[in-house]
């Protein structure tokens, strides 16, 4: 078998040398660079060829790829680059590197084509004024050929330590064992369901309650999966660092219990995490970890994959490797992506705009499998994604301190946001069409800070660069405007006050500081081809229910299987009560106080232990907590602040043991309403006095209005107003109720109660939405004694 390599892999571990540079050179979107490429296309003759596919063989090496373009009328071979900003900025190190992927495919289409010789093109395509630079050289075939078989050499030690690698991992997946001594109850189910989508190549939703061991549920059939299915790479992407950690320790014991299996594993951290000169900026001239990165990157890339073989590359395991080679943590976690067989990280890594693990996966071929953790997350994980917010206070902000080289465009873009809203009289407006002229004026202010910060790599203009990025993001977001998103300006009047003199006077019309907002919807439309990239895709969570509302929210595939597996726990172990005459609609929630309280007191009085109670707000938890505190002083509790550091969560947490007795009031959808286990007497009953419906203002009316859009404009307009209702408060709502009830029973020996709390709950459609295990009892609660004596 050979080692199979794109002309891009191959050329990036042979012919990258000296320092890692990420200098102001904003790489075109991905769109961009697909136009850019067209647009060339289009500029040539019509003999020419596009996308020619290459291949060619050298020893126990199979180089791939596709050149970008051949016009057999000149024997020219081209290769196109979008790029941004100034070209003569480029460092020397990338555009070497592109000259070698350029020789590349030319020995490769001489040799497919018996030529002689060939003039290789590289062309440089200016996104922002569409000009191109080529740069043509002539070669015969038999120097590309010396090239081809020298970087080929170079790369080959190193492919067949990886065929072996290869090979031995997959022998020892194949006789992989499970790491315990049976399944769980479910967890067999869940098991062979993710097994089934990796072998027939399709997408899954798994809907498993906590306890059953999901995490080991997934990974263990997933491994089993990617010898027969000829796997590249198994991503974990998690929602939180929790998640991570579980997987982790999962793959750990994977590895403890089958000790020839060099899995390498991989734990992908966020910059600001992993950086060890936060002050600094990544370029030789600025970082030591930068200066000669790639000149050391063999010999760290060496010493990562040897550790990777005896633990996981965590996060603490890659620092040691990248210090002990003087090369940047965060970008060796990058190199080492591709030579990880699992790699565990957020969903970032993905599913953001310019997501890491999906570009390579796309760009090197790789065959992937993706397990998504925690998935009721990623509707609203995807949403702030692809959407974004531009702040006109901090536009001005920035005016203020900016250098003079850029003072004149960002004086236009603050004109140019004047006009948005000079005649806007409401605080809030939603908006059918993006503003043309500010756009334009947007794309010329991003143009000149590229120039500028190009020019001046070594400055450091935090604010004016937090702005830029803000302002790319926006830029890009508006390209790919449509009906999955909404675009809002909301005016901030009392802005003005604070706004120094010289930007007060920068404002025309009058109108305030405004922000401009795109926000995303639905996300299916980004999130699709994320999964297609693909070979196999399961979602897991507590909570997916109904399937179709994050289908079609998330953009899965039509194929995609569901399982809502059964749970280990029985209606015996949970008393669930949906209380019919307590209502905690906004107008009522005053009315409802004593009620609540009467009833939290009388089952604590039934059953002394620790409970959580939740409520919509922090207003009502505040409320409600007094009103308790009032009338039942001997209880203790304790309360969620609003802005809780991670030392106050780690108290209120701790205050839930197996000895302790007491009511927690928190927030429902905050941080103790999903991802904490209190099992056993740490936590024996749950108060949800809430439906957690999103807030009913003018941002989610219009976002209900646009579901409903946007369902009719995919063809599907039946009870559209209902669905966009469910899809924009109910689901959402319920599926937050779900997991904060989830907290009370963890293990098939716990015991407890759930109360909820509004007549609401007692409706067949919202029932519906409950899990099946659970049997709801409808009680009227009465006002207890001592509570109508308060
Ligand atoms: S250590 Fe920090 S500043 Fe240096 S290259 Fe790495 S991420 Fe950039």
Not at 67 to 75: I, M, Q, V
Not at 76 to 89: C, F, I, N, P, S
Not at 462 to 474: I, K, M, T, V, W
Request: proline share 4%; hydrophobic share 40%; net charge neutral.
């Amino acid at each position: 078998m050979n080692y199979c390599v794109s002309v891009r892999a191959l050329c990036e571990f042979t012919a990258k040398h000296g320092d890692l540079d990420l200098r102001f050179t904003p790489a075109p979107s991905a769109q961009e660079g697909m136009a850019g490429h067209a647009l060339v296309a289009s500029r040539r003759d019509a003999n020419y060829q596009s996308e020619v596919g290459l291949e060619g063989d050298y020893k126990t090496l199979t180089v791939r790829g596709r050149a970008d373009g051949y016009d057999p009328d000149s024997n020219q071979l081209e290769e196109v680059k979008t790029y941004r900003g100034d070209l003569h900025a480029m460092a020397d190190n990338k555009r070497d590197l592109h000259w070698a992927q350029v020789k590349i495919y030319g020995w490769l289409l001489c040799k497919a084509r018996g030529l002689t010789d060939i003039n290789l093109g590289l062309v440089y395509f200016d996104i922002a004024s569409t000009q191109e630079t080529p740069m043509v050289e002539h070669f015969s075939s038999a120097a590309l050929r010396e090239y081809f078989e020298h970087q080929c050499e170079l790369f080959l030690a190193w492919a067949e330590r990886e065929l072996v690698h290869r090979r031995a991992r997959d022998a020892a997946l194949l006789k992989l064992a499970f790491a315990h001594p049976s399944f769980r109850p479910g967890q067999r189910a869940l098991a062979e369901a993710v097994y089934k989508t990796a072998s027939n190549g399709k997408c899954l939703m798994a809907q498993a309650t906590t306890g059953i061991g999901k995490t080991m549920g997934t990974v263990f059939p997933l491994l089993k999966a990617m010898p027969t299915q000829r796997l590249d790479k198994l991503f974990f992407l998690a929602a939180k660092t929790p998640g991570r950690k579980l997987a982790l320790d999962a793959l750990a014991l994977v590895k403890q219990s089958t000790p020839e299996l060099r899995l390498r594993v991989l734990e992908l951290v966020a910059r600001d995490k992993a950086c060890e000169h936060p002050d600094k900026a990544c370029h030789g001239d600025s970082c030591p970890l930068a200066k000669g990165f790639y000149d050391r990157l063999p010999q760290a890339r060496y010493a990562a994959v040897e550790s990777a073989s005896h633990g996981a590359l965590d996060k603490t395991a890659l620092r040691d490797v990248a210090l002990a080679h003087r090369v940047c943590p965060y970008y060796l976690a990058q190199e080492m992506a591709t030579w990880s067989d699992v790699v565990v990280g957020d969903y970032n890594y993905y599913f953001d705009t310019s997501a890491m693990l999906h570009s390579m996966t796309v760009n090197y071929q790789w065959r992937v499998s993706v397990l998504v953790d925690e998935a009721h997350n990623m509707i609203e994980r995807g949403r702030s994604m692809y959407s974004a917010a531009l702040s006109q206070r901090q536009l001005q902000a920035v005016h203020a301190a900016s250098p003079k080289a850029v003072r004149s465009v960002l004086d236009r873009l603050n004109r140019a946001f004047n006009d948005v809203h000079k005649t806007q009289v409401e605080d809030y407006l939603v908006v059918q069409e993006l503003p043309v002229d500010f756009l334009k004026a947007l794309q010329q202010a991003i143009t000149t800070i590229t120039d500028f910060l190009v020019a001046n790599p070594t400055r450091v203009d935090a604010d004016l660069q937090a702005f830029y990025f803000e302002a790319l993001h926006f830029a890009r977001m508006a390209e790919s405007f449509g009906s999955h998103s909404m675009f809002d300006i909301t005016l901030h009047d009392d802005d003005l006050a604070d706004i120094a003199p010289l930007q007060s006077a920068l404002l025309q019309g009058g109108g305030g500081c405004a922000t401009l907002n795109i926000r995303n919807i639905v996300p299916a439309p980004f999130l699709n081809p994320r999964f297609t990239a693909a070979h196999s895709a399961a979602l897991f969570s507590a909570t997916l229910s109904p399937p179709r509302f994050y289908t079609e929210t998330l953009g899965l595939p039509q194929s995609t299987a569901w399982i809502d597996v059964a749970s280990p726990f029985t209606s015996e172990q949970l008393y669930v009560a949906a209380v019919r005459n307590v209502s905690t609609r906004y107008n009522d929630r005053d009315q409802s106080l004593s009620l609540i309280a009467s009833l939290m007191a009388q089952q604590y009085d039934k059953t002394p232990g620790n409970y959580l109670a939740f409520t919509s707000s922090y207003d009502y938890l505040q409320k409600l907590e007094q009103c308790f505190a009032q009338r039942h002083p001997l209880i203790t509790t304790w309360a969620q602040t609003r802005q809780m550091d991670e030392a106050g969560r780690e108290r209120f947490l701790h205050r839930f043991t197996s000895e302790s007795q007491g009511i927690g009031f928190a927030v429902l959808g905050g941080a103790f309403a999903e991802g904490i286990d209190l099992p056993g007497t740490r936590l024996i009953g749950a108060f949800i006095a809430t439906l957690g419906l999103p807030q009913v203002n003018a941002v989610n009316e219009e976002i209900k209005t646009r579901m409903a859009a946007y369902f009719e404009s995919q063809g599907d307009g039946a009870a559209k107003a209902d669905k966009a209702y469910n899809y924009t408060y109910l689901y959402p709502g319920l599926q937050k109720v779900v997991q904060a009830a989830g907290r009370v029973i963890r293990t098939q020996e716990d015991t407890g109660v759930v109360y909820l709390m509004d007549d609401r709950f007692t409706r067949t459609e919202v029932q519906n939405l409950l899990p099946a295990w659970w049997r709801v009892e409808h009680i009227s609660q009465v006002l207890s004694k001592k509570s109508e004596n308060t």
